[in-house]
């Protein structure tokens, strides 16, 4: 596998710098050269956040988002569930509600699955879609289209301050929230939430 890499690597590299014609532009000749190194990425294992990044800024894409909201049963305040995204994570270094662009053969069952896993690290019970909720958005890393989807757990998610995640007021969140999150995702949890509490769902 590594020497086929390198071979592929190689005539990639040489093309870039020997057109085909005089006619070929450097950015064509670019273009293929990235063409023909993709071709080695297996798409069915993570693209790690170097190259999702690239690929981002390429085509549009749809983030899942997991709102998670709940009734604090001590204090009785509404409390979403934030994670602190990390110092070389798109917005660093911002609180996010959890969620994740979907990828090759995944649907919103499975990314709520694999979100819940890696940043909730607990167990979803249900999930409802907040279709009319979705928005678009032009970012550094891309063209956006954000679907915030309504988790439920089976067990609630500790605390772990020593890893940025936890509970917060919905009226006492922290400065540093991802503006999309403040503005849209969030709200459409909290109206969602609110309209299962009154029907006691």
């Not at 020593?162 to 459409?188: D, R, S």
């Amino acid at each position: 596998m590594l020497q086929e890499a390198w071979e592929v690597i190689w005539q990639a590299f040489h093309s870039l710098f020997n057109p085909a014609s005089a006619q070929e532009t450097f950015h064509e000749r670019l273009r293929l050269f990235a063409a023909k190194v993709l071709s080695l990425i297996d798409a069915d294992q993570p693209y790690g956040a170097k190259l999702f990044n690239e690929l981002n800024r390429l085509d549009p894409h749809l983030a899942v988002e997991g709102v998670c909201v709940r009734r604090n049963q001590k204090t009785q305040k509404l409390e979403v569930w934030l994670r602190l995204r990390g110092p070389n994570e798109a917005y660093p270094n911002q609180y996010e509600v959890g969620g994740s662009a979907i990828q090759n053969g995944e649907d919103y069952a499975v990314v709520v699955r694999r979100v819940a896993e890696a940043k909730f690290k607990a167990p979803v019970a249900k999930f409802s879609v907040l279709y009319g909720k979705e928005f678009f958005q032009q970012e550094e890393r891309g063209w956006y289209c954000h679907m915030p989807v309504a988790v439920f757990f089976e067990t609630d998610p500790v605390d772990q301050p020593g890893e940025g995640t936890g509970w917060f007021p919905v009226k006492e969140l922290p400065p540093n929230v991802c503006p999309h999150h403040l503005e849209k995702l969030i709200p459409a949890g909290v109206e969602y939430f609110l309209k299962r509490e009154n029907l006691r769902l």
